[in-house]
């Protein structure tokens, strides 16, 4: 009892550590021109591939250094931030009405429609996606909405394989039959009666889909196939120091920790999610 009592504490407490770092992640997004201490398109050329300021050479003007153009990289890190959390929240939003909505269907009315939904996800999981994207933007063009797109395109069968089997389990129920048989409408017996007791999953699958859309929008961006290259983001970060990995490391070693942070914060919310949500996991 007192080993089970301690295991719940250890995941509650690893589950505040990962909210923590998303709550700080977001703050730094917020707040951002509060907080960079210079402008991100700022470019002092004397201070070009500056060290940061604990190393021989570095100054306090530039705390994590400069990139090969003199720009501050702790500024262009916190505004990297804007664009990582924005893509990823709003690909996994996305991801999650579409893909919800497919498993809904599929799971509920069966047979033809089951197969056509099923074989689109099959479909889409033979594909490896990151060159399906590459694809897609080089074709049609980067940015941001065409980014968030790609990346909901990338989610939505996660969300639509776990809703599937939920509502399967659901809609044989006694409560859902009765709604039925009382003339309770399809678009009502869902909303009411089945998409409530798909909601914990959902979640949990949103968390994971988020750091997938970071992970994915920072090897895009790194490629050269995602957001603009004016715009600060920490995978376009990490292409600018990978040519200086050996004389600026730089540059590319702290957009890579911020994006390894991040996204371990939104997978530890995701596990502490799940243990809450999943009665199976409660012991």
């Known amino acids: 009892m007192r ?32 907080i960079a201490p210079m402008s991100v398109t700022q470019i002092d050329l004397h201070a070009r ?4 300021s604990w190393v021989e050479g570095g100054s306090a003007k530039h705390l994590l250094g400069t990139d090969n153009i003199g720009r501050d990289i702790l ?15 709003a690909a996994a939003l996305i991801g999650a009405v579409l893909g919800s909505l497919m498993g809904m269907l599929a799971g509920y009315f069966g047979g033809r429609v089951d197969s056509i939904i099923s074989w689109f996800i099959d479909v889409q999981l033979s594909f ?15 940015g941001f909405t065409a980014v968030v797109l790609v990346l909901a395109l990338a989610t939505w069968v996660n ?13 044989v129920q006694d409560y859902v039959t009765a709604a039925r048989s009382v003339g309770v409408g399809t678009f009502r017996t869902l909303m009411r009666y089945i998409l409530p007791n798909t909601t914990a999953p959902i979640i949990v699958v949103a968390s994971f889909s988020t750091a997938q859309a970071i ?21 376009a970060m990490l292409n600018d120091g990978r040519e200086y990995l050996q004389s600026a490391w730089w540059i590319a070693t702290f957009p890579g920790v911020a994006i390894a942070i ?16 999943d009665p199976r996991s409660i012991k």
Do not use: C, E, H, M
Not at 262 to 277: A, E, S
């Open 128 to 142: 490896p996606f990151t060159l399906l994207a590459i694809f897609l933007l080089g074709t049609f063009g980067g």
């Open 49 to 52: 591939l500056a060290p940061p």
């Open 3 to 34: 080993s089970s009592l301690v295991s719940k504490v250890v995941r509650n407490w690893v589950g505040v550590f990962g909210a923590a770092i998303i709550l700080a992640a977001v703050a730094i997004a917020i707040f951002a021109p509060l």
């Open 75 to 89: 500024s262009r890190l916190i505004f990297g931030s804007r664009i990582s959390l924005a893509v990823g929240t």
């Open 159 to 171: 969300y639509a394989r776990v809703v599937r089997s939920q509502v399967l389990t659901v809609k």
């Open 262 to 277: 991040t996204v371990l914060g939104v997978n530890l919310l995701g596990d502490w999610l799940r243990d809450i949500l």
């Open 215 to 235: 992970l994915t929008q920072a090897a895009l961006s790194f490629l050269g196939v995602g957001i603009d290259a004016s715009v600060p983001s920490w995978g």
